[in-house]
């Protein structure tokens, strides 16, 4: 399974993208309106300048208390994000995540953001594929 069969499986809703200098209390509110734990952060909707998480704001929400909700979601998103591309294959990108404790993983086709699959997503899809794999084989061992 290839991370573009997962991005179709998913449906066209986009990527969700803040700039720079938004406040964690707006962050907050779109990741609250659109059921999403993650936000790309970009200057220009195609290139990640950093990735920001619930877990972000819970953490300095624990730390600094409520007054970071208005404070800059800069300090708080994390700037080195990894990403995979189209092609790449869901185990790699598994195992990148769970190497990397995120669930999250921006998609860039040349050089642009084109999607976001969680570690929701691809579960999901490695999933279905292990289970049309054992009927296969279930099929062939059965003589189907
Ligand atoms: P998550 O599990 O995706 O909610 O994120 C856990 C932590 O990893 C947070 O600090 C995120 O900012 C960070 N993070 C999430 N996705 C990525 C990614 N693709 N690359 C780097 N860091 C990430």
Known sequence: MLVHQILKSKGSEGVFTVK???????????????????????????????????RDIVRELGKRGAGCLSHSIDAYMT??????????????????MTEGRFRHMPVMADGKLVGLISLGDTVKARLSELAMEKNALEGMIMGH
């Open 79 to 96: 700037a080195d994000v990894v990403t995979c591309g189209p092609d790449d294959d869901a185990v790699g990108v598994l195992e990148k």
């Open 20 to 54: 720079p200098g938004t406040l964690v209390s707006e962050a907050v509110k779109l990741l609250a309106e659109k059921r999403i734990g993650t936000v790309i952060v970009s200057q220009d909707g195609e290139t990640p300048n950093g990735i920001l998480s619930e």
